[in-house]
């Protein structure tokens, strides 16, 4: 791996490290105000939104620039929601600004792989990044947990700072400084020689690159971008299948907090260590998939989400500790080994037809209301007292399912439009040699 791309890894584990202890202190600091479930679970679906109401222009935004200097631009945003909930902003809304950050963050942190890295190299470095990301995960929900726990709480608030009166407070103001660390990265993530695209330009093979385009220029882009990727007898499967894993993943994270209140009688600090479990399994079977799967057999992971979805249900039956540990490792290392080679795939496939910042904008559109939707009907189900026992049953069938459905669809494919998937198989086999 080239040098630039451990600087990107350093960034990227810092920035998402401070975004996942902010999830948790945010969930503490609205139980602290009194917040019912609704509110809380409201954090996922905030988190997502500008994802999705950006997403035409945060692709072509990271393809305009150098896209060190659009990570650090991203990294200020987040910093700037932090301190909202620092200094009194509703939790809700903060967390959305930092989800905007987030939003802008996303595209240039994938897209320049594929500037940086060869196409023989992108599964091995999604599978690190992937599991540096989980790394951060774990890390992230343990510090978030300890960082409100009494313990470190008091300890914070006996340095007395200006401006700190509250547990969540002085966490907040840790994760300031966390954020900060993650800007100094960017700022050495390497320019590579990849053109600038201008943010008014189409970008694609079939239009003028010269063209200036307005908002609907803008728009009517990113939607061409969206149909291409799903019209695509390859890159439809592998979006179907991130767009599912992240949108009940991105939920599941609080519905694992809100279970080990149940199951478990768990507070927030020792909920979000089962968290940090699942993620540690998630790290775990990316990086086998990184060492073993090739671009090309992808599609072979398909029955590990109709397992994985299976396996979620199982969580309705485990109320001991013991028991729940290597649960929660296998159903997350399940669930790294399926995302890894698929994330890799539509990568590839995204850097075909359209620029690789407008790809991974498509992406996250998909994947991002795949969360806002879910977490928005999971919500509401809260708040009428749908319990954490119903939401993990919802879910674990949605998975399993909706990943049949895929692999049907594949099967379908091959048999209808065989020589066109054996087509784009060979170009998959040819760049990961």
């Excluded at 840790?174 to 700022?187: E, I, P, Q, S, T």
């Excluded at 009940?248 to 907090?257: A, D, E, Q, T």
Aim: hydrophobic letters at 55%; one cysteine or more; aromatic letters at 10%.
């Amino acid at each position: 791996m080239k040098r630039g791309f451990y600087t990107i890894m350093a960034a990227q584990f810092f920035s998402s490290l401070a975004d996942n202890a902010l999830f948790v202190t945010a969930v503490e600091l609205l139980r602290s105000a009194g917040a019912g479930q609704g509110q809380q679970a409201a954090l996922v679906p905030m988190f997502a939104l500008f994802y999705v109401i950006l997403a035409p222009f945060v692709g072509a935004f990271a393809d305009a620039l150098p896209k060190g200097r659009v990570m650090f631009m991203s990294n200020a945003i987040k910093v700037v929601g932090c301190l909202m909930m620092l200094w009194g902003g509703h939790p809700l809304l903060a967390y959305a600004v930092v989800g905007l950050g987030a939003a802008a963050y996303s595209p240039a942190k994938y897209g320049i792989l594929t500037e940086l890295l060869p196409s023989s190299q992108l599964v091995r470095a999604n599978g690190w990044i992937e599991g540096l990301t989980i790394a951060s995960i774990i890390l992230g929900v343990l510090l978030g947990g300890q960082l409100v726990g009494p313990q470190v709480s008091a300890y914070l608030l006996g340095l007395e700072l200006p401006g700190i009166e509250t547990g969540p407070q002085a966490a907040l103001a840790v994760l300031v400084l966390v954020y900060g660390l993650a800007a100094l990265f960017n700022l050495r993530i390497p320019r590579t020689d990849a053109p600038l695209v201008p943010f008014w330009s189409t970008a694609g093979p079939e239009h003028d690159p010269q063209s200036r385009m307005d908002l609907k220029g803008l728009l009517t882009d990113f939607w061409r971008c969206n149909r291409n990727l799903w019209r695509d007898k390859l890159g439809q499967i592998s979006l179907s299948t991130t767009t599912l894993f992240w949108g009940v993943s991105g939920n599941l994270r609080y519905i694992v907090l809100a279970w080990a209140g149940v199951a478990l009688g768990y507070s927030t600090t020792q909920a979000s260590a089962l968290v940090g479990v699942v993620a540690l399994g998630t790290a775990a079977g990316a990086v086998l998939a990184a060492a073993r799967m090739r671009l090309q057999h992808a599609t072979r992971a398909i029955p590990v989400g109709i397992a994985m979805g299976l396996l979620v249900l199982c969580m309705n039956f485990i109320h001991h500790l013991w028991i729940v540990i290597p649960f929660l490792i296998v159903l997350g290392g399940l669930g790294g080994y399926l995302v890894v080679p698929m994330n890799a795939l539509l990568q590839h496939r995204g850097h075909c037809l359209m620029g690789a910042g407008r790809s991974i904008a498509v992406q996250n559109f998909n994947e991002q209301i795949a969360i806002l939707g879910l977490g928005g009907l999971y919500s509401l189900a809260a708040t009428l007292g749908m319990s954490a026992y119903g939401a993990i049953t919802a879910f674990g069938l949605l998975v399993a399912i909706s990943m049949w459905v895929i692999g049907r669809w594949y099967v379908y494919n091959c048999r209808n439009f065989g020589g066109e998937v054996r087509k784009l198989l060979t170009i998959a086999r040819r760049d990961h040699d």
